[in-house]
């Protein structure tokens, strides 16, 4: 390959350095219909309430943005401190097991889903689940 310009390639790329006109980008059609693979969200230090808030907004715009899979960090709820009150539940005041029923139990956002990996949320050494999106065509 030869590292000489001619003059007429120097003069053309000195006329686009000095133009105001803007390049349109050649993926910009193809952006609203790409299809996401995943994306996360973390609920750490979130109560019961604002982690089902944030979860329902969350599934919705992913539905959206055709996203396919959420990963939803709960934690594993271990420093939970709902464990030592009698009168709270020990599996729905944690955020590990009350968001996945609270989406369970939630028809309009089920809609949206194809299937929660409950495998993880029952497991004990798991602190995250995943979701997975059906697609808008």
Known sequence: MTNKLSEKDKKDWQDFLDSSEKLQSKDAGQITNQIISERSIDLHGYTLEEANKQIFQFIENCYLKRVKKINVITGKGMR????????????LSILKYSVPEYIKNNPELMSKIISIDFKSVNSPSKG????????IK
């Open 80 to 91: 939970s401190k709902n464990l030592n009150d009698p009168y709270q539940s020990t599996d």
């Open 128 to 135: 995250n689940f995943d979701i997975f999106l059906k697609i």
